[in-house]
């Protein structure tokens, strides 16, 4: 007896959907296809900011050039900072691997806490420039810059709230597969920011001040 299509069609839709353990359907694996979907869009926004400063990054106005402005060794405790923090989330995956909840925590708050560091020397930095009259006003290289390294530090933001969000639903739910699951998003989501930090610290700060 030939099936109808439409059948066809019901059965071949739910091989894509799981249960999840809230009850609701999910596709499988469409979280983390969608989340790769968000970091490839996050690629073009910070490619475009780059190649911004690329072309901006030399027009001064007459004003202050990056060699007058940064302060090397400061940027490079933020970047440790940051990277340092990617390591420290590297615990808290392993910590989750073995479910064990205490630590994964602790290394969770100890990633926070590298990555307040990071966005409070970054909002120095911002303050210091505007108070020497280095606003992203005075020229299209410091409107560029503060546009690409504000927007990378408003993802860190968004990520270390994320971050204490997570820790919530863990002391509540515990370790659960869409816990996880949420944390493997923020895992992929943090070391993206830690790459494209990389990319800022080479091209804005040390390329623009060595000689």
């Not at 969608?34 to 900011?49: E, H, P, R, T």
């Not at 911004?52 to 090397?72: K, N, W």
Request: glycine content about 10%; aromatic content about 16%; proline content about 3%.
């Amino acid at each position: 007896m030939t099936r109808a299509p439409e059948a066809i069609a019901d059965d071949h839709v739910l091989k894509f959907y799981v249960a999840g353990e809230d009850g609701h359907g999910h596709a499988e694996g469409g979280t983390m296809i969608g989340f790769w979907i968000y970091l490839m869009s996050d690629c073009l926004i910070f490619a475009s900011l780059f190649a911004c400063y690329a072309v901006y990054g030399h027009a001064y106005a007459a004003g202050p050039s990056p060699a007058d402005l940064f302060e090397l060794p400061t940027v490079a405790l933020n970047t440790a900072l940051l990277l340092f923090s990617s390591i420290t989330y590297g615990f808290a995956m392993l910590m989750m691997e073995k479910n064990k909840l205490p630590l994964t925590i602790m290394w969770m708050l100890i990633t926070a806490a590298f990555g307040i560091g990071f966005v409070y020397l970054e909002l120095n930095e911002f303050a210091h420039l505007i108070h020497e009259g280095a606003g992203p006003q005075r020229s299209a290289f410091l409107s560029s810059f503060f546009t690409l390294v504000g927007t990378h530090g408003l993802h860190v933001s968004v990520g270390i709230l994320w971050m204490f969000v997570l820790m919530a639903q863990l002391l509540w739910k515990g370790m659960g597969h869409e816990n996880k699951r949420r944390m493997m998003c923020l895992s992929m989501f943090w070391h993206f920011l830690d790459v494209v930090w990389i990319g800022v610290f080479s091209f804005v700060y040390l390329v623009s001040v060595l000689p």
